[in-house]
């Protein structure tokens, strides 16, 4: 049986928030990493290097550009995430966060259907293997605070002030909640 290595890809491209690690699988992207990021797997868990010009690299490495253009149309690619049950319906629970709001940790457990579940969400959000596609940087703490963020609260902040400036003007965050 092959090594889950052995049957992923990797692209390097760059972007705002530094180099950023694309992964794919032949169903979708697996991951999204930054450099130094906390819960990064190790190099060798990436597979080969393929060109940054491989369809599923191309296509997202577009879309990122647009994101990071301040494009708030979104995302649209195949995504092949890899965790516990508990961890991929937190990650689900994050696909539904509006461009350019935020929610704390205690809201995404109960949307999830697991109110009291917030410290249990908060690990599964850290353990998020697709930053920004996955918007794990729209998750704040129960006052609305900026708190931890795999990639570091220095790109946490760049990513919702960027949002925030692209957002539509009819959208606002929910009330009581800083972005």
Request: glycine share 12%; net charge neutral; with cysteine.
């Amino acid at each position: 049986m092959a090594s889950a290595a052995a049957t992923r890809a990797h692209a390097l491209i760059d972007s705002p928030v530094g180099p950023l690690t694309l992964v794919a699988s032949a169903t979708g992207l697996t991951g999204l990493y930054m450099e130094d990021q906390r819960h990064r797997p190790p190099q060798e868990a990436f597979g080969d290097r393929a060109p940054a010009t491989t369809p599923v690299f191309a296509t997202a490495a577009e879309q990122l550009t647009a994101y990071f253009a301040g494009a708030p149309a979104g995302f649209d690619l195949p995504l092949d995430l890899h965790g516990t049950p508990f961890q991929r319906r937190v990650w689900a629970g994050l696909l539904t966060i509006p461009y350019g709001e935020t929610i704390t940790y205690g809201h995404l457990a109960e949307e999830i259907g697991s109110p009291g579940a917030s410290r249990a969400v908060g690990l599964a959000n850290g353990k998020n293997p697709i930053g920004i596609i996955v918007p794990c940087h729209r998750v704040v703490g129960s006052a609305g605070s900026l708190t931890g963020y795999g990639g570091g609260l220095d790109r946490k902040r760049f990513l919702l002030a960027l949002e925030r400036r692209s957002r539509p003007t009819d959208a606002s965050p929910p009330p009581g909640l800083l972005f």
